[in-house]
């Protein structure tokens, strides 16, 4: 029998990962991997480190753990995968099972057989369609060669100031790995009115924004940058809004990526109308003999059942593996996603999954959230941080729909999320988050584990134990509208208290939660209430109490005074109060 060929058109995240797992079930395929790139099965996601300097070496990105470099001789004496790179593929022939292929060196053509193909040809990052767009001082960084570009021309001095357009994962990224090694002056432009739109419910970002600003860079929300054009100073480039000019040596376009798919769709595969490879669970195209996966395909949201893109490494590293596995004869199946996902923005991580507030009520689910802002560890270990998670539930099924939060220990935020995404994908209900059995040490956790906590306060919620305002509605009655019938009731102690009393004056009431008993008599009967602590614990005990007494006219402020710090509002995270 002759040996079965596989060809696998891309080479950085799933199509290695295919031939590797392939190759290891069936030593006897043939397997060819073609790119047209020269760098091949690199750490894409590891770029905006290289470009900050926290990488010093390229070839940290292209190496196994083991310290060899990932190259086509490596591919083909370690793993017997032949590998053609600067080789594009122009078309396939689905009749003849063959790929038409052009060496971009030589301009030679040939058409290489197959017997099963592999689609793996990612993304490509999106153009800024504006006048000035294309200028040289223009980049973006989508693969190495990008990467490349920018830090030699940071590295040469030849940067003072940045624009960075787009404000999601990647341009959070790239604003830390710009200012924070190399000193570059960077500002942010971004068309939604939040940083990582779509990812993150208002609350949480607005948090990520105060973060970036007090690590100096600036972001102008809601602008749409009009043109780029040269610049008449000593800057080389001038970004222009409706608002602003802003100068730059460098700007850095970060407006997210689409399914690299024209391949595919040019041979009459399924592609849907937002651009994705569309696939069955065991990841074959419509072609039964062609498989893809990654970031040139959509995949099925576990909680909506629709077809969602959304490019991730982890998720090209799974499927490689189901492709790899079919391929060799086996019938293995990708259920499809929940969406989970996190970044590091200077000292703080970001982790979320599933469904924020807002694209759950987006989908016309009766939503509600519940934030916990709690230490990462046990309160009286040292070096304990707070981190704060947000539950998001369906209301009358209390099913689990996502969890987004945000902390300085990043391994202990991105584990949290973790085991929540592993609810949501089995359509888990909020009191299985109650009681997740959850491991305990000082060190590492508190005896009740934020999950647990953050699946209680979403439950005390739901029973109507809790009512809750959020620091949006806070700004809005307390701050902005000035509401003349409503208080501020502050439960901890005098002294951290004492400067909200000296700002606000009658409109902010200190009574500390443990003499709130005796002193009941003291709240205005005709005032609505805010009750506030530092973090919405102590708030939601003094909130039963006034209800028990008969005044049922008081909210409890989720996240509390570290809630307001942390988005900027009332005071400053450095004198951080634990009452
Ligand atoms: C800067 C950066 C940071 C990132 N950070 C993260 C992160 O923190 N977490 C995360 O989960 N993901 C991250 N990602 C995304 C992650 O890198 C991608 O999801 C992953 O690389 C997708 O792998 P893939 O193999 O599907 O496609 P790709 O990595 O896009 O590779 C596709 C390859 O196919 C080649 N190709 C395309 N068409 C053809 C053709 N016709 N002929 C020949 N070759 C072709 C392309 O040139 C490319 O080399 C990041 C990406 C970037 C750029």
Request: one cysteine or more; glycine letters at 10%.
């Amino acid at each position: 029998m002759n040996k079965q060929r596989i060809v696998i058109i891309g080479a950085v995240a799933l199509g290695p990962k295919v031939a590797c797992r392939l190759k290891r079930l069936r030593p006897d395929f043939s397997v060819t991997m073609v790119d047209q790139d020269e760098y091949i099965s690199y750490g894409g996601c590891g770029i905006p480190y290289y470009i900050s300097g926290d990488l010093s070496d390229i070839k940290e990105l292209m190496s196994t753990s083991f310290h060899m470099l990932r190259t086509p001789d490596f591919f083909e004496d370690a793993k017997d995968v032949r590998v053609m790179t600067r080789t594009r593929a122009l078309g396939i022939d689905r009749r003849a099972k063959t790929v038409r292929l052009r060496r971009l060196d030589t301009g030679l053509e040939e058409d290489l057989p197959y017997d099963k193909l592999v689609l793996a040809t990612g993304s490509r990052a999106r153009r800024l369609e504006v006048p000035g767009g294309d200028l040289p001082q223009v980049m973006r960084v989508a693969n190495l060669r990008d990467a490349l570009a920018v830090r030699e021309k940071i590295a040469q001095g030849q940067v003072a100031k940045a624009v960075i357009i787009g404000a999601g994962a990647l341009g959070l990224e790239m604003a830390e790995a710009l200012g924070d090694l190399w000193g570059v002056e960077t500002t942010m432009v971004e068309i939604a009115p939040q940083v990582l739109p779509g990812v993150l419910d208002p609350g949480l970002a607005r948090m990520v924004l105060k973060n970036l600003e007090d690590h100096d860079v600036t972001v102008h929300l809601q602008e749409k940058v009009r043109e780029i054009r040269a610049g008449e100073g000593e800057h080389a480039l001038q970004v222009v809004t409706a608002n602003r000019v802003l100068e730059a040596d460098l700007v850095l376009t970060a407006l997210g990526v689409m399914p690299n798919s024209q391949l595919a769709a040019d041979s009459g595969l399924a592609v849907s109308p937002q651009g994705g490879i569309v696939v069955n669970p065991r990841l074959q195209t419509s072609d039964p003999d062609i498989f893809a996966g990654g970031d040139c395909i959509e995949n099925t949201h576990l909680l909506t059942g629709k077809r969602v893109y959304f490019p991730s490494g982890s998720l090209a590293n799974r499927q490689g593996r189901v492709i790899g596995t079919n391929l060799a004869g086996g019938d293995a199946v990708f259920p499809g996603i929940v969406g989970s996902f996190t970044v590091k923005i200077f000292n703080m991580a970001v982790a979320a999954t599933g469904l924020s507030l807002a694209a759950a009520l987006a989908e016309g689910l009766d939503a509600v959230s519940a934030l916990v802002i709690q230490a990462d560890r046990a309160h009286f270990f040292p070096g304990q941080d707070l981190m704060y998670l947000q539950l998001v539930v369906e209301k009358m099924t209390r099913r689990l729909l996502g969890a987004q939060g945000l902390g300085s220990n990043g391994d202990a935020l991105v584990g949290r999320v973790n085991s929540i995404a592993a609810l949501l994908s089995r359509g888990a209900l909020l009191e299985e988050l109650s009681n997740l059995e959850v491991a305990y040490s000082p060190p590492f956790a508190a005896a009740l584990d934020i999950v647990n906590a953050t699946a209680n306060t979403a439950e005390n919620i739901l029973d109507g134990f809790n009512r809750t305002v959020d620091v949006a509605e806070f700004e809005k009655c307390f701050l902005t509208e000035q509401a003349g019938d409503l208080v501020c009731l502050d439960v901890r102690g005098a002294a951290n208290a004492a400067p909200y009393v000296d700002l606000f004056g009658a409109r902010w009431l200190n009574i500390p939660q443990e003499t709130l008993k005796d002193r009941l008599a003291e709240i205005p009967a005709d005032k609505r209430l805010i009750v506030v602590c530092n973090s919405g614990v102590r708030s939601y005990e003094a909130l039963r109490q006034l209800e028990t007494a008969g005044l049922c006219n008081a909210v409890n402020l989720q996240g509390g005074v570290a809630a307001l710090k942390k988005s900027g509002l009332l005071g400053s995270e450095e004198k951080e109060d634990r009452d």
